[in-house]
C-alpha cells in the first residue's frame, strides 16, 4: 500500500541517517540554542505549515504549554524553527513528543541531514539524534512533523544542544515561588482533598503530610486517601521544576470525618452503577466528566496484570481517548467526588489475568491497588474475575486493602451467573466472606445459559423471572439486600445476549423491592433495601442516547 511504502522509507532514511550522525562530546560552554523550545510564547519563531499547529495547556511535558500540530489531508501537519549554529560543531537534536506518529529532524546542516520518529504513544518519549555542522554552516532548521492521516501529534521540550550559535536560548528556569492558596476542598472518614493556586514555571508539586511527603501530582489538586477516621492531618505543598523546589507552603489542617462501618460509603439508599471504558470499541468514547450523572459508582475498566503475581496497574488509553490526559482524568474523578459520586478500578473483565491465590498475591494485590487509590483518587476496587477466584486468598486481599483504605471502602463485585448459583461458589464465599465490609453483588445477567432460580425451576435470560428468580438466590444465600444489584447491558450492541429493555429492569426492581410487576416468579418476600441496578457500559449507554440511564437510573433514585 502507497502510505506503507512511504512510512518504511521515513524508518529507512531515519535509519540511515542516524548512522551517520556524529558522536562529539558536549563541552562546559554548550547550551540549548533552540527559541521557544517549550512553547511557552505559542508559536513565536515556529512555522507551522497549513495553519496545523497550535499551542495546548494539556497534555504539557514541562511547563504550560506544548505544540499540538493535526495532519490532514496531504499535510503532515509539519512545525520548523531556524536555530543558529557553529560551523564544524556536533549538537544533540531532542525533543518530548506524545499521541500520533512524531518525527523530529534537522535540515541545511552542511552535511548528513537527520531525522527520527515514533509511532503513536500514549505517554510521553523522548526522542533523540545527532547532527555535525558543515564548515560554512551558521543555521539549521529544525523540524517536527507527524503522518498523513494519523492522528494530531504532541511536542514539548525541544533542545538543539551543543556549542552557542550566537542566536540566544531561552533563559534558564528558575526554582519556582512557594505554592499559596492551600485549602481543604472537601474530607470523608478516609481521606482529605486539598486545592491550591498554580505557580507560574512549576512543572509539579509535592504533597507534605506532617512534615513527611506522601505524593506528587503535576496539577493543583490532590486527594489523599488511607487516612484514619476522625482525626486531624497537616498538609503542605511544594512547587517543583528542573531547576529544584520551592519552599513549603503554610500548613493547612484536614480532619477526616468520623466512621461509620460499613455505611460510611456515603453512597445513597439506591445506587446505580456504570462500567466506563478505558478503551475504545466502537461505543462512544467519554472522560470521566461526561459520564451521565445517574451514575452513582463509575467502575473503571480496566487494571492491568504486572508481572508481579498479584499486582495490578493502570494506563489511561489517551490516545484512545482523544487525548484525553491524566491531569484532566484525575481532576474529572475529583469533581464526580464533589458530586457525591464513587469512581472504582476495576479488576478482571472478560480477558482479565489478574490471580491471587497465595498470601504474597493477596498482599501484592492489596498493596497495588491501594496505590492506584492513592495516584488517581480512586474510592475503592470492583472484582470481576472472569476467570476463577480464590475465596481464601481474595479475601485476604480486600481485608488487607480495607486495613489501609479505612471504612470509605467502596467494594463491589460482578460475578457472572454461574457464580453464584450456590454460597458453595467461591465468588458466593468471597462475597460472604467481606459482607462486612462490601458494597454490592451486581451480577452479570448476560451472555449466560439458562439458570436455575431460587425455586428450583430453569430460568432463560431476557425475563423478568430471570432477574427476580436468580437475585433470589443472593437474597435467601445470607448478603444484604443493600448488597445485591441486577446487573444488565446498556444496549444490544453492549452484550453478546441477554440484553432486556429498560421496562423489564425496571419491572423486576419493582417485583423485588415491592412485589408488583412480577413474572411467573414472585419471592416469598420483598426487599425495599435492594441496592439497584448496574450497567455495561456508560459508553454504550452513550451511544444508544442514554436510554438506559435516564430510564432505570430515575427508576432507582425513586425507590423508597
Known amino acids: 500500500m502507497p502510505r506503507n511504502r512511504r512510512l518504511w522509507a521515513g524508518v529507512a532514511m531515519a535509519a540511515l541517517a542516524l548512522s551517520f550522525a556524529g558522536t562529539g562530546q558536549a563541552s562546559a560552554a554548550d547550551i540549548n540554542n533552540a527559541k521557544n523550545a517549550g512553547f511557552e510564547s505559542g508559536l513565536t519563531n515556529w512555522t507551522c505549515t497549513a495553519g496545523s499547529g497550535t499551542t495546548v495547556s494539556s497534555p504539557v511535558h514541562s511547563g504550560a504549554a506544548a505544540l499540538k500540530a493535526t495532519p490532514a489531508g496531504q499535510d503532515n501537519a509539519q512545525c520548523s524553527e531556524s536555530v543558529a549554529v557553529k560551523p564544524n560543531s556536533t549538537y544533540t537534536l531532542s525533543a518530548w513528543v506524545q499521541g500520533g506518529y512524531s518525527y523530529l529532524g534537522v535540515t541545511g546542516t552542511g552535511t548528513t541531514d537527520v531525522s527520527t520518529w515514533t509511532p503513536d504513544t500514549s505517554a510521553w518519549k523522548q526522542l533523540s539524534t545527532t547532527f555535525t555542522t558543515g564548515a560554512s554552516t551558521s543555521s539549521v532548521t529544525v523540524y517536527t512533523h507527524g503522518w498523513y492521516g494519523q492522528a494530531a501529534y504532541y511536542a514539548d521540550d525541544i533542545s538543539v544542544y551543543g556549542p552557542d550559535g ?75 521544576n528542573s531547576a529544584g523546589e520551592s519552599g513549603k507552603s503554610s500548613a493547612v489542617t484536614g480532619t477526616t470525618t468520623a466512621s461509620g462501618g460499613n455505611g460510611s460509603t456515603g453512597l445513597p439508599k439506591h445506587a446505580v452503577t456504570g462500567y466506563w471504558q478505558n478503551f475504545n470499541n466502537g461505543a462512544t468514547v467519554q472522560k470521566i466528566s461526561a459520564v451521565s450523572s445517574q451514575y452513582d459508582i463509575i467502575a473503571v475498566a480496566f487494571a492491568d496484570a504486572t508481572s508481579t503475581p498479584g499486582a495490578v496497574s493502570f494506563t489511561l488509553d489517551s490516545s484512545g481517548l482523544g487525548g484525553y490526559t491524566v491531569d484532566q482524568f484525575k481532576a474529572d474523578i475529583a469533581a464526580k467526588h464533589a458530586a457525591g459520586k464513587k469512581v472504582v478500578i476495576s479488576i478482571g473483565g472478560q480477558n482479565g489475568t489478574i490471580s491471587v491465590s497465595d498470601s504474597t498475591s493477596a498482599t501484592n494485590f492489596a498493596n497495588s491497588v491501594y496505590s492506584l487509590m492513592q495516584t488517581y483518587g480512586f474510592d475503592g476496587v470492583d472484582i470481576d474475575l ?53 458494597t454490592v453483588v451486581n451480577m452479570q445477567y448476560y451472555n449466560s445459559g439458562t439458570m436455575l432460580g431460587c425455586d428450583g425451576k430453569v430460568y432463560g435470560q431476557g425475563t423478568v423471572d430471570f432477574l427476580t428468580a436468580l437475585a433470589c438466590i443472593q437474597l435467601q444465600g445470607g448478603l444484604s439486600p443493600s448488597q445485591v444489584g441486577l446487573g444488565l447491558p446498556a444496549s444490544t450492541s453492549a452484550a453478546g445476549s441477554g440484553y432486556v429493555s429498560p421496562t423489564i429492569v425496571n419491572n423486576a426492581l419493582d417485583c423485588l423491592t415491592a412485589g408488583t410487576n412480577c413474572g411467573t416468579f414472585k419471592p416469598s418476600k420483598t426487599y425495599p433495601d435492594l441496592r439497584g441496578a448496574m450497567t455495561w457500559s456508560t459508553n454504550w449507554d452513550a451511544a444508544a442516547g442514554s436510554s438506559w440511564s435516564n430510564s432505570v437510573g430515575a427508576h432507582v433514585h425513586a425507590l423508597p
Open 386 to 438: 472472569e476467570n476463577g477466584i480464590n475465596a481464601t486468598y481474595m479475601t485476604q486481599a480486600l481485608r488487607s486493602l480495607s486495613s489501609k483504605a479505612g471504612s470509605s471502602l467502596v467494594i463491589t463485585m460482578a460475578p457472572q451467573t454461574i457464580d453464584m448459583q450456590s454460597t458453595s461458589n467461591a465468588y458466593f464465599q468471597t462475597a460472604l466472606n467481606i459482607k462486612d465490609i462490601l
Open 166 to 240: 550566537g542566536g540566544g536560548s531561552d533563559p534558564a528556569p528558575t526554582v519556582p515561588a512557594t505554592p499559596t492558596g492551600v485549602s481543604v476542598s472537601s474530607t470523608t472518614s478516609s481521606s482529605v482533598s486539598l486545592a491550591w493556586s498554580a505557580v507560574s514555571g512549576a512543572t509539579g508539586y509535592n504533597i507534605y503530610r506532617d512534615g513527611t511527603k506522601i505524593t506528587a501530582v503535576t496539577g493543583t489538586s490532590a486527594t489523599i486517601t488511607g487516612l484514619a477516621a476522625s482525626t486531624s492531618y497537616s498538609f503542605q505543598v511544594t512547587a517543583t
